[in-house]
């Protein structure tokens, strides 16, 4: 199983990226993938997830509304649009896949199996 993780990049206050994570080595209709981040000094964060079934799509309380998390099965790709960057965005962005992972633990990275290499994501005030 691979994940590639790339997209990111410096980019001022306000500015906007889209990050994406390739998938391969899974049957990618059966996974759920989120995107988590981790700035230096601290803990790996959640920052949102889409389900497999269905595709719902869970948010931090930090990026609601600014980021918008999107698969696409045919391309086994999974994006995450990013509007409104902060500098406390900055960080790197890891893509985690899972097929076994349930709705109470997507905010959980020890939930998911299956990680990214993870994409620098530098914000500039």
């Known amino acids: 199983v691979q994940l590639q993780a790339f997209g990111g990049g410096l980019v001022q206050a306000g500015g906007f990226l889209k990050l994406s994570c390739a998938v391969s080595?899974?049957?990618?209709?059966?996974?759920?993938v989120a995107w988590f981040r981790q700035a230096p000094g601290k803990d790996r964060e959640f920052v949102a997830a889409i389900r497999r079934s269905g595709g719902s799509t869970y948010y931090g309380d930090s990026v609601k509304g600014r980021f918008t998390i999107s698969r696409d099965n045919a391309k086994k790709t999974v994006h995450l649009q990013m509007n409104s960057l902060k500098p406390e965005d900055t960080a790197i962005y890891y893509c985690?896949?899972?097929?076994?992972?349930?709705?109470?633990?997507?905010?959980?990275?020890?939930?998911?199996?299956?990680w990214g290499q993870g994409t620098l994501v530098t914000v500039s005030s």
């Open positions: 985690a896949a899972s097929t076994r992972v349930i709705l109470s633990n997507l905010y959980n990275p020890n939930a998911f199996g299956y």
């Open positions: 080595g899974l049957t990618f209709n059966s996974a759920s």
